[in-house]
């Protein structure tokens, strides 16, 4: 079900917000001008992914340096970890996520 997560506004380039969207804690990214939403729970220890530095497509978690394609969900380091991604999309000044 697409939910409206937060205002387009409110996520500067190469940065991130926590969000809840329909009792799930999620950490959404812009990056190049388009926004992806991980799990904010690092499966490593839970750390806040949300937290975490975002560089390119790529954010490392803040507690143990865990790093995750945020387009993916890939783990950089361990190539069978996969964090859960949700679709998101832009509509009018709305940051829709799929969750």
């Given amino acids: 079900m697409w939910t409206s997560a937060c205002k387009v506004s409110e996520i500067e380039e190469g940065k991130s917000k926590i969000v809840t969207v329909n ?17 904010n729970s690092c499966p490593h220890r839970g750390g ?40 998101t999309k832009v509509q009018k000044d709305d940051v829709l996520i799929d969750a």
């Avoid at 937290?51 to 790093?67: F, K, N, Q, R």
């Fill in 23 to 39: 009792g799930k804690t999620l950490a959404l990214f812009k990056s190049g001008g388009a926004f992806y939403a991980l799990d």
């Fill in 48 to 87: 806040p992914l949300g937290e975490g530095h975002l560089e390119g497509m790529e954010v490392t978690c803040p507690w143990h340096a865990w790093s995750f394609n945020v387009k993916t969900g890939a783990c950089e380091s361990m190539p069978d970890m996969k964090q859960k991604t949700f679709p």
